[in-house]
């Protein structure tokens, strides 16, 4: 539990350092429109509303991980004002107020929006939606599967996507990678426009373009380097590593490991965008922590477990895909710790190393996957102090010495 401790520490003295921070958790959160933060504000609940004034940065996560399980989906709604950088997460993210910097949204489903934003914004979502009423300061990355821009963007732009619909004004350059690109009549784009798709682009005599119109061949796969004895040594050894750090893993923590299954089985999404927060903000962390004397020696100490959760995150995900193929409902007996971490750590191996940027995705997520369902577990109060397992009552246990049956020699 070491790694629990260090984590409270290190918020206790990020909040020093930092001034002040408020941390929050609760099923639903609220700032009405008369009510201001002045403080750093962290919060994690199912649903959040924030329509009032946030004068520092906000960290916004509306998930369910360590909440009751409801019908209600983990909704971020943002009509307030933002003095400062926001970033939230959840299921939905639905932002409509005003934002003086930053903004980093990421949505399970669908990221809208309305507001002002007043430097740069990031948003990773399947549906994203820059209404007609959204503005953007600085640059934009968009990073989705249906995309829809109608507001206006004064820095540059770079849009991922399969479908993309632009129907807004693009007061800077603006580079497009899907597999269907709209372009609507009225839209407006000061500089170049750089897209990438297996077609030509046919742009509407309404569509304003103030610079060149490029197109650039979408990049193929490099073909697969030739698999050599040396390459797929190195493979098994990194393997039997990992398998050998989580069996050593499993018997000094059974109760973390056994909740984290439990945690991927109830939703590995959440797990994903669990990780992804952890991902992003424990770096940060360290880096406030560096700033205070007494929070160097705990920087280094997050920056270490840091590390240990990305790859031990690995190694649950591969146990977490090896309960899934036995379709198993009860804890793994001890004797089946072995093969099943083996056959899901060599799954996760193997899709590691596909293509690019294919490989690179499965590590991602199942890195994401693993971190989040360890820091949910290491946070949760409901940890089990041990695990356990059915007995076989088929096999009858060795008579006690002395007491052998009849005939017996």
């Known amino acids: 539990m070491s790694f629990r401790v260090a984590v409270v520490l290190s918020l206790f003295l990020l909040g020093s350092a930092c001034q002040a921070v408020d941390f929050k958790s609760a099923e639903n959160y609220l700032v009405t429109g008369n009510q201001t933060t002045t403080n750093e504000l962290w919060v994690q609940a199912r649903t959040i509303t924030f329509s009032g004034m946030a004068q520092d940065d906000c960290f916004l996560l509306a998930d369910s991980i360590s909440q009751a399980i409801t019908t209600n989906p ?28 930053h903004a980093r949204l990421a949505a399970l489903k669908t990221c809208t929006v ?3 934003i007043g430097r740069n914004l990031m948003a990773f979502a399947p ?6 009423n959204a503005t953007v300061g600085g640059d934009t990355l968009l990073v989705g599967q249906d995309i829809i821009v109608s507001g206006t963007i004064s820095g540059d732009s770079r849009i991922l996507g399969t479908k993309i619909t632009l129907a807004g004004r693009f007061n800077g350059n603006l580079n497009v990678t899907a597999s269907d690109i709209t372009i609507m ?8 426009l750089v897209y990438r798709m297996d077609r030509d682009l046919v742009l509407d005599s309404r569509v304003g373009l103030g610079g060149k119109m490029i197109r650039q061949e979408i990049l193929e796969p490099e073909a697969a380097a030739p698999i050599t004895s040396a390459s797929l040594m190195l493979q098994l050894a990194l393997l039997s590593g990992a398998i050998m750090v989580g069996l050593v893993f499993i018997s000094l923590m059974p109760g973390v490991v056994a909740l984290s299954i439990h945690k991927l089985s109830e939703s590995a999404w959440r797990c994903i965008l669990f990780g992804f ?20 020696p705990l920087s280094i100490m997050l920056m270490l477990a840091y590390t240990l959760l990305i790859y031990i995150g690995k190694i649950m995900t ?9 379709r198993r409902k009860t804890p793994l007996p001890p004797q089946l710790l072995f093969p099943v971490m083996a056959l899901g750590l060599l799954i996760v ?16 997520i199942a ?12 946070l949760d109060r409901r940890i089990p102090v041990m695990v356990a397992y059915q007995q076989d009552t088929t096999t009858k246990p060795p008579p006690l010495p002395g007491n052998f049956p009849p005939g017996a020699v």
Do not use: C, K, Q
């Not at 009225?186 to 170049?192: C, E, F, L, P, W």
């Not at 591969?318 to 036995?326: A, D, P, R």
């Open 318 to 326: 591969g146990l977490f895909v090896g309960h899934l193929l036995l």
């Open 185 to 192: 009549p009225g839209t407006r784009i000061a500089g170049n």
């Open 127 to 132: 549906t994203i939606v820059l209404g007609t």
């Open 367 to 378: 890195t994401l996957a693993g971190m989040g369902a360890l820091v949910g577990a290491i």
């Open 74 to 101: 983990a909704t971020v709604r943002l009509p307030g004002t933002f003095h400062s950088d926001l970033w939230a997460a959840g299921e939905n993210v639905d932002m409509t107020g005003i934002t003086s910097h």
């Open 349 to 364: 191996y193997a899709g590691s190393s596909l293509l690019f940027p294919f490989g690179i995705l499965v590590w991602f």
């Open 277 to 296: 927060v952890a991902f992003s903000l424990i770096p940060m962390m360290a880096f406030f922590l560096l700033f205070t004397l007494v929070g160097i």
């Open 114 to 116: 309305n507001g002002s």
